[in-house]
């Protein structure tokens, strides 16, 4: 049985991932990372409902990204199992995630770039050493971010030798002109703020793969999906999720699963696009567009 993390796995795409790998994949052990257990138990109850065989393939994982404490003791619990059934996790997907609104700025950076480091450098030594992954997703909102950001932020934040220490410089930056710039439109804000986590959870998705060249880690979007996050987006704008052709969570599965199980484990350190076609990190490119062939 192979055993995978999912964070934020109570709802929405997180959610839709669990139960397509327990669908689609009889031998796969899925414990849900939920931050709430309540929300979390009701999501494997309805899995259960949907085939009453998931139970025995599921558990609830009390997990905050946020906190080192809750990460710690999720990791201790998931590492007494694995060492219990004698074996090891073999992937981990980093899918918790908060918009700008009504979330602040400093959580989202916490949620989107500085969760995926903490869960994966707790979680690292009970990964597989001979075939394990990592799939950070992330969006499509980091490309976006960077085709328009200064040319320094743009040049750390693509940088293939990219450090820890160079992408908290650029964080730093970041709330210092997100501070002192001139922006009143909250929404233009939000957005900034997340576009630039999530380029710099790409980023960190290259300077993992460089540091743990033994686990496959790659980043992904899942596309443009109707879950309770872009439903923010919709509202902001009097939109109704069809007409801005969001899709149902359920479609926004395949990155996902591509890199979690089907991808060549050679591959490591790329940003897939929702048609699990590699995409550069600066710039958008869209399902169906050629894929991208750089470094
Ligand atoms: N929807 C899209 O179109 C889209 C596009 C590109 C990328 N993404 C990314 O896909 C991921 C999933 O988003 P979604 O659209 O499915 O949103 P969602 O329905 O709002 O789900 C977000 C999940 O993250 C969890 N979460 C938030 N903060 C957390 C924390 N501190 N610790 C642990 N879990 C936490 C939430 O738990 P609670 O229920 O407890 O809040 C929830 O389970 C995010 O990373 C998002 O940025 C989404």
């Not at 997180?14 to 899925?30: H, I, K, M, Q, S």
């Not at 960077?146 to 709330?175: C, E, G, K």
């Not at 997340?194 to 686990?215: D, E, H, I």
């Amino acid at each position: 049985m192979k055993r995978v993390l999912v964070t934020g796995a109570n709802k929405g795409i997180g959610r839709a991932v669990a139960e397509a790998v327990l669908d689609r994949y009889t031998d796969v052990f899925v414990y849900l990372g939920c931050r709430n257990l309540e929300r979390g138990t009701d999501a494997r109850n309805l899995l259960g409902a949907k085939n009453h065989e998931y139970l025995s393939r599921t558990k609830v994982v009390e997990l905050d990204v946020t906190s080192e404490q809750s990460v710690c003791e999720a990791e201790k619990g998931v590492r007494r199992e694995c060492e219990a059934a004698g074996t090891a996790l073999y992937g981990i997907v980093n899918n918790a995630g908060v918009y700008s609104l009504p979330a602040g700025i400093a959580e989202v950076l916490e949620v989107n770039l500085f969760g995926i480091k903490r869960v994966l450098d707790h979680f690292y030594s009970i990964l597989d050493t001979e075939d394990a992954r990592v799939v950070n997703i992330t969006s499509a909102s980091g490309p976006n971010y960077l085709s328009s950001a200064d040319p320094l932020v743009r040049r750390v934040l693509t940088d293939s030798q990219v450090t820890w220490d160079d992408i908290q410089h650029v964080v730093q930056l970041f709330l210092q002109n997100i501070e002192n710039a001139a922006i009143v439109d909250q929404a233009q804000k939000a957005s900034s703020a997340y576009g630039f986590s999530k380029a710099c959870a790409n980023a960190l998705t290259v300077l993992q793969a460089r540091l743990f060249p033994s686990v496959a880690i790659n980043a992904c979007t899942p596309g443009f999906i109707d879950t309770d996050l872009t439903r923010q987006l919709a509202s902001m704008t009097g939109r109704d999720p069809a007409d801005m052709d969001m899709k149902l969570p359920r479609d926004g599965v395949e990155s996902t699963l591509f890199l979690l199980m089907a991808a060549a484990p050679t591959t490591t350190g790329w940003y897939l696009g929702s048609d699990c076609k590699r995409s550069p990190l600066d710039t958008y490119r869209a399902p169906g567009d050629p894929e991208f062939k750089g470094n």
